[in-house]
């Protein structure tokens, strides 16, 4: 359970005294241009940095309803809890009072209870993005406790899409263990997670052993064709041809490489990585949000099963990452990103939530709400609330 800030609250209290008082009976400062200046901004308040935090604390809360502490998992869905602890983790790096009395059983309690709770132990089951997905949720958990536990949970994960690297038809990583696809999703998490482990183990197993693993996955994956000329990525190759297979341009698949780019440059200190992430998401905001600066995945708002309900999270929580974190950032690239998690987050709760539930279509209103939807907007909510503190 978290708590909203007591000083929150008694800001609204103070707020709606000075607005009552001030109606009925306006003062003689009342046509004084600062004043109502001051009256119009209370009455038409735009969301605030605060106000972002208690969203994200509301809707964390709700989200925990759905929480089992015997399987570690949320509503039972396997990749999905993956990355609600990465939201919450993420939430954690920059509240941590707000959220450590949430996570600081979740956290150990996921770790030890899913692999039983999900039948698939040590994180590893048919399918790498799967397994991907919970490296970086343990990547995201050891950044923000420092707890080598997490750390070198991933890092055991990892070896099993290492171990076979190279060997589908196209090449890069299959995405399952039956060899049906060959394509974006996996490959991005290898890339991003091969650079993440590159930062934080630098010299184990030894020097640059995962950095040549994210190089290798960065080479393979532009020479791939899975980067459209739009700067969009489709979702997969030909079997037969190993051309793009000009399939659908899913959110999360223009978000999961934005951090493991921004991070290789970090270790490489060549920007042509973090130039590439801005690339693609400029594109993706450009493709994927409406008139409003809205989000939508195309299969909104009827035709998303739960894997998708999953996928608009992923690329605010990895425009967030750029935001705060990229090398190169040129100012009107910032600016978009600040827009773009904001206007999401203001679009979310004014227009997609009720009782603390949030749904699918950020644009809403909307029926479907499900762990995924609200870990999903939780993403962008979390997103808004670190991009202004
Ligand atoms: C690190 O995390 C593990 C797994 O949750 C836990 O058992 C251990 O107590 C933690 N260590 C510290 C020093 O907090
Ligand atoms: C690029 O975007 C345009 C406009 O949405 C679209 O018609 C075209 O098919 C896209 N090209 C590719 C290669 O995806």
């Not at 103070?14 to 607005?19: A, G, M, P, V």
């Not at 739009?230 to 490489?257: E, H, K, P, R, W």
């Not at 910032?334 to 949030?358: H, R, V």
């Amino acid at each position: 359970m978290i708590l909203s800030t007591p000083a929150r609250a008694l800001a609204i209290i103070f707020t709606l005294i000075s607005i009552s008082q001030a109606l009925p009976h306006p003062s003689p400062e009342a046509s004084n241009p600062s004043s109502s200046q001051q009256l119009s901004r209370r009455l038409n308040r735009r969301a605030t940095p605060t106000d972002y935090v208690d969203y994200a604390v509301a809707g964390i809360n709700q989200m925990q309803t759905w929480y089992s502490a015997s399987t570690g998992l949320y509503s039972n869905a396997w990749w999905n809890s993956a990355n609600v602890i990465t939201m919450l983790a993420d939430f954690q790096d920059y509240f941590p009072s707000q959220a450590e009395p949430t996570t600081n059983s979740v956290f150990p309690t996921t770790l030890a209870n899913a692999p039983g709770g999900g039948g698939f132990p040590g994180f590893i089951n048919g399918y790498y993005d799967d397994e991907l997905w919970w490296a970086l949720a343990w990547i995201k958990v050891f950044d923000v406790t420092q707890n080598s536990t997490y750390l070198d949970m991933a890092a055991s994960i990892f070896e099993d899409a290492k171990s076979v690297w190279g060997t589908a038809t196209c090449g890069g990583l299959w995405w399952d263990k039956a060899h049906t696809q060959n394509g974006a999703v996996e490959n991005e998490l290898y890339l991003t997670t091969a650079a993440k482990l590159a930062n934080r183990s630098p010299l184990t197993p030894s020097n640059g052993y995962y950095l040549a693993e994210a190089k290798k996955a960065h080479d393979w994956f532009l020479a791939s064709g899975l980067i459209n000329s739009n700067n969009t990525i489709n979702n997969g190759l030909n079997l037969q041809t190993c051309q793009n297979d000009a399939n659908v341009v899913f959110s999360y698949n223009q978000g999961i490489i934005l951090s493991g780019l921004a991070e290789m440059t970090w270790s490489t200190g060549d920007d042509s990585y973090n130039v590439l992430a801005n690339t693609i998401a400029t594109a993706a905001i450009a493709a994927l949000t409406d008139a409003n600066g809205v989000l939508h995945e195309l299969c909104e708002p009827n035709a998303c099963d739960s894997d998708e309900q999953q996928f608009k999270g992923i690329f605010g929580r990895n425009i967030q990452f750029l935001y705060s974190r990229a090398d190169v950032l040129p100012d009107d690239t910032k600016a978009l990103y600040l827009n773009f998690l904001t206007a999401n987050a203001n679009s979310i709760w004014a227009n997609d939530q009720a009782n603390n539930q949030l749904g699918l279509d950020w644009s809403g209103p909307d029926a479907t709400v499900t762990v995924e939807t609200q870990s999903s907007a939780l993403d962008v909510i979390v997103g808004a609330a670190c991009a202004t503190i």
